[in-house]
């Protein structure tokens, strides 16, 4: 079987985890690189001790080397134009990172041109492949909880960038239900951003599904913070991170019976806290390739799924700003942080514009070229 070859577009810290992926599966190439810093592209060579083209030009890499997989790895405000950009030049599939688009209106765009291009369009929510997700979507399933009544969570960083995956992993175990509604409300005080993406200070979400679950989400409200959930159901909870997960209902005798389910590439022993980015990785990018192939009839991270995670996280914007609660699906396609900010509806008491990432840009960059 010939491996798939793939592109990379844009060489940050995240593209690590798209690249371990492919090559993990053995199913696919590296065959170009493309980003503005030449010294990026040269230590992913060294890394994973491969030797694709680079490009400081991402189209050109795209028009040279016309490559079966793209993915796009820019921050945030790049997902868009370099997802619309490669399906122009219709690859099989575009993987892009999350949260899938800095606006609602900009994620459609993205699926708007995969489908008139027929090309395939998926979001790297890769903890949907973690072994201890698929297993509480399972019991869940099985009603090894009874109805679940509350799933509650702790984020921080800001809800685009952290909380995309927590609201992506409310639909996965529920069996990918529909949210109706969310109310929310948020706090900024001061001019913060995340990968040049304006957020919050401090913000709270609820969620309710059609199947009257609910969700919680407390970003940078409360200390604690990781993925994973606890998650509270008529008969017996479940608590999880990307590595545990441990159980409690009748059949354990009301004790926590706890599990440590590894994956099909790596075991959590083995690599600890590494493993949730390694195994998801992997796991996606295999899942990825059967689809692609014929061998799978869909993708559990297609677009579909993307654009509602980013749909979730702006609705806590939105009845900020209209101070009511938000149905789904919602109309508003701006960034409502950025109507309430730009409109004078939220303005810093505390002027002066900081990015929490700015850590990751080079040289004398303070802000990202996208």
């Not at 490559?67 to 945030?76: A, F, G």
């Not at 698929?134 to 399933?141: E, P, S, V, W």
């Not at 991170?241 to 022993?269: C, H, I, M």
């Not at 309430?340 to 990432?357: C, F, K, N, Q, T």
Request: net charge negative; charged share 25%; glycine share 8%.
């Amino acid at each position: 079987m010939s491996k798939l070859r793939v592109g990379i577009i844009g060489c940050g810290g995240i593209s690590n985890n798209h690249i371990r992926g492919y090559i993990d599966t053995g199913r696919y190439e590296i065959v170009g690189l493309a980003d503005l810093n030449t010294d990026a592209m040269a230590e992913k060579d060294a890394l994973f001790n491969i030797a694709p083209r680079h490009y400081t030009d991402a189209r050109a890499m795209l028009a040279a080397e016309k490559p079966d997989v793209v993915s796009i790895c820019t921050w945030h405000a790049g997902h868009a134009p370099w997802t619309i950009a490669a399906a122009a030049y219709r690859p099989q599939a575009i993987l892009c990172e999350k949260p899938m688009a800095d606006t609602l209106g900009h994620a459609e765009q993205m699926m708007i041109a995969c489908r008139r291009n027929n090309v395939r369009l998926g979001i790297s929510h890769q903890r949907r492949f973690l072994p201890s997700y698929t297993l509480a979507r399972d019991l869940i399933a099985r009603k090894a909880i009874g109805d679940v009544h509350m799933i509650q969570s702790f984020a921080a960083d800001g809800l685009p960038n952290y909380s995309s995956h927590q609201t992506d992993m409310y639909r996965y175990l529920l069996g990918d239900i529909e949210c109706d509604w969310v109310m929310g409300n948020i706090e900024r005080k001061t001019d913060r951003y995340e990968r040049s993406t304006r957020i919050e200070d401090c913000a709270i979400g609820v969620f309710h599904f059609t199947n009257g679950a609910m969700a919680l989400i407390l970003s940078d409200v409360t200390p604690t913070v990781y993925q994973g959930a606890l998650i509270y159901g008529s008969s017996g909870m479940i608590t999880m991170t990307p590595s545990s997960l441990q159980l409690l209902n009748a059949d354990t005798n009301g004790r926590w019976q706890t599990y440590e389910p590894d994956g099909a590439f790596y075991k959590v022993a083995e690599l600890g806290e590494r493993f949730e980015w390694q195994e998801a990785g992997a796991a996606q990018a295999l899942e990825l390739a059967d689809w692609l192939e014929g061998t799978r009839s869909s993708f559990r991270n297609e677009a579909e799924n993307g654009i509602k995670a980013l749909q979730m996280v702006h609705a806590v914007y939105e009845p900020a700003r209209r101070h009511e609660k938000v149905l789904l699906p919602m109309e508003t396609r701006a960034n409502p942080l950025d109507l309430m900010v730009e409109s004078g509806h939220l303005v810093p008491e505390r002027p002066g514009a900081y990015d929490i990432r700015a850590f990751l840009l080079r040289g004398e960059r303070m802000t990202s070229d996208h």
